[in-house]
């Protein structure tokens, strides 16, 4: 494992195999498995993957899954939202989750909601390094708190606790916090979105709608030349994508994506300074492990390290990108199974 973790609770009876269904809930697509998880090794029973704007609710979806497959002995979601009290309204989805309706609905007693950051930080208990990529070393054995942030359809980020022996994952909700601008450009970029959206979070910028809404300014306020072909692209696709694919071809995207970057290493920091996350800074979701390019230019790295007094801090901590796209999954596994 990347980081130690306490499996020291799981009784006699949890020793033995049981079997797990392990989901992944986003507002864009919903990864479900059905695991049969043993004392020293996990067995993948059934897969699939959805697109979860087509179903009403996650009960709909769940019960297609689970047709003709056995029950599960238990179940645990990671939810694209807070979960509070067993309940999860997600965020960029029109989903509410219950614990307890699941549990009613399916006749299954052990049912765990927890969110999707909380459920990649624990699944970092089974990851290897060949899951990740160094971006910057740090120090060498590191120790402390650690930090996971994850841009995809939204902007994700959770911590982990570090009690001096193994590692305690926690929710966060901070990807809702305000953007804060740093330079004139920022501040014209901010009135902008302000207009459209009001609250401006740093989710409005660090995530796949936010590259969108980060092109969009440039061309139509900063009057970027955007060329036909370009155009032609987006016709059918997702834009975010596209304009990652092509910052070697078009002025605009190269610097779309800069502005990404530097956002995200802002935000980053200010993670790691609100967690004091020496431990690590481990960053998830879907974009980062198809731009690493982007990463190792120095733009992610030296807008890193831009807190001033306390940049000694942020040169101290590792930063790592998870390339295992299952990571939320195993995780809501591995918490089904210890807890």
Same mark, same amino acid.
């Given at each position: 494992?990347?980081?130690? #973790? ?25 990864? =479900? ?31 297609? #899954?689970? %047709? ?17 009290? /067993?309940?999860?309204? =997600? ?14 609905? #399916? !006749? ?21 390094? %060949? +899951?990740?990529?160094?971006?910057? %070393?740090?120090? +060498?054995?590191?120790? /402390? ?9 939204? =902007? ?7 009690? /001096?022996?193994? *590692? ?10 305000? #953007? ?44 970027? +030349?955007?060329? /036909? ?8 696709? +997702? ?6 694919? *092509? ?18 290493? *802002? ?52 930063? %790592? ?9 195993? !995780? ?8």
């Amino acid at each position: 494992m990347l980081l130690p #973790f306490d499996d020291t609770k799981k009784s006699e009876a949890n020793h033995q195999d049981k079997i797990v269904l392990a989901g992944d809930i986003g507002a864009t697509k919903t990864n =479900l498995e059905l695991i049969k998880w043993g004392k020293n090794n996990l067995v993948v029973l059934h897969k699939a993957k959805y697109s979860s704007r087509d179903y009403k609710n996650i009960i709909q979806l769940t019960g297609e #899954f689970l %047709k003709g497959l056995p029950l599960p002995d238990v179940i645990c979601f990671g939810v694209a939202g807070p979960v509070l009290t /067993g309940h999860a309204k =997600l965020s960029n989805i029109d989903w509410e989750i219950d614990g307890k309706e699941i549990s009613n609905h #399916f !006749g299954i007693k052990n049912i765990h909601l927890i969110n999707d950051l909380e459920a990649t930080a624990y699944g970092l208990a089974v990851l290897t390094e %060949k +899951d990740i990529t160094v971006i910057h %070393k740090g120090n +060498d054995p590191a120790s /402390g708190n650690a930090a996971v942030i994850a841009p995809g359809t939204g =902007l994700g980020e959770a911590g982990l606790y570090w009690d /001096g022996n193994i *590692y305690h994952p926690f929710a966060t909700e901070g990807g809702h916090s305000d #953007f804060a601008p740093r330079n004139d450009f920022d501040f014209e970029l901010y009135n902008s979105l302000q207009k459209r959206f009001g609250h401006i979070s740093w989710e409005r910028l660090v995530c796949g709608p936010g590259i969108v809404n980060i092109y969009q300014f440039l061309r139509d306020e900063k009057k970027r +030349d955007e060329p /036909g072909w370009l155009q032609e692209k987006f016709i059918n696709a +997702d834009a975010a994508s596209v304009i990652s694919q *092509y910052t070697e071809e078009s002025g605009i995207c190269k610097e779309t994506m800069g502005l990404f970057i530097r956002y995200l290493a *802002y935000e980053s920091a200010n993670l790691v300074l609100k967690l004091k996350a020496t431990g690590g800074l481990f960053i998830g979701g879907g974009i980062a492990p198809h731009i690493i390019p982007l990463f190792q230019n120095n733009i992610f790295y030296s807008s890193f390290c831009q807190s001033g007094r306390l940049n000694y801090l942020l040169e101290k901590t590792p930063v %790592k990108i998870i390339l295992n796209t299952k990571t939320a999954l195993l !995780g809501s596994a591995w918490y089904a199974c210890n807890n």
